[in-house]
Nanobody, 121 residues
Framework: QVQLVESGGGLVQAGGSLRLSCAAS????????MGWFRQAPGKGRVFVAS????????YYADSVKGRFTISRDNAKNTVYLQMNNLKPEDTAVYYC??????????????WGQGTQVTVSS
């Protein structure tokens, strides 16, 4: 079973950038698809981006296409989310997840603890 720890969150002004990292423990990281989800206050957890086990396929929510990039380094057991041109509506707790390839939370069964991203206007 893989375990996930997110980092890289923080406070940034609108238009700025952040890069989130998700470090995985366990030898089976490269066999998992990985995803990023976010949850804003008072709202449900929503899909942001996902990447296949090889990194060859990526998927994005329409709200982040062209601004966010998901990538992974299987040698480092790490998945990244580069977030550019951040907007106040991107403010949320961001969660890393591991599981089957997909764009819904049901496809992922291992979750990190989350990292807060706050974008000020």
């Amino acid at each position: 079973q893989v375990q996930l720890v997110e980092s890289g969150g923080g406070l940034v002004q609108a238009g700025g950038s952040l890069r989130l990292s998700c470090a995985a423990s366990g030898r089976t990281f490269s066999s998992y698809a990985m995803g990023w989800f976010r949850q804003a206050p008072g709202k449900g957890r929503v899909f942001v981006a996902s990447i296949s086990w090889s990194g060859g396929s990526t998927y994005y929510a329409d709200s982040v296409k062209g601004r966010f990039t998901i990538s992974r380094d299987n040698a480092k057991n790490t998945v990244y989310l580069q977030m550019n041109n951040l907007k106040p509506e991107d403010t949320a707790v961001y969660y890393c997840a591991a599981g089957e390839a997909g764009t819904t939370a049901l496809a992922f069964d291992v979750w990190g603890q989350g990292t807060q991203v706050t974008v000020s206007s």
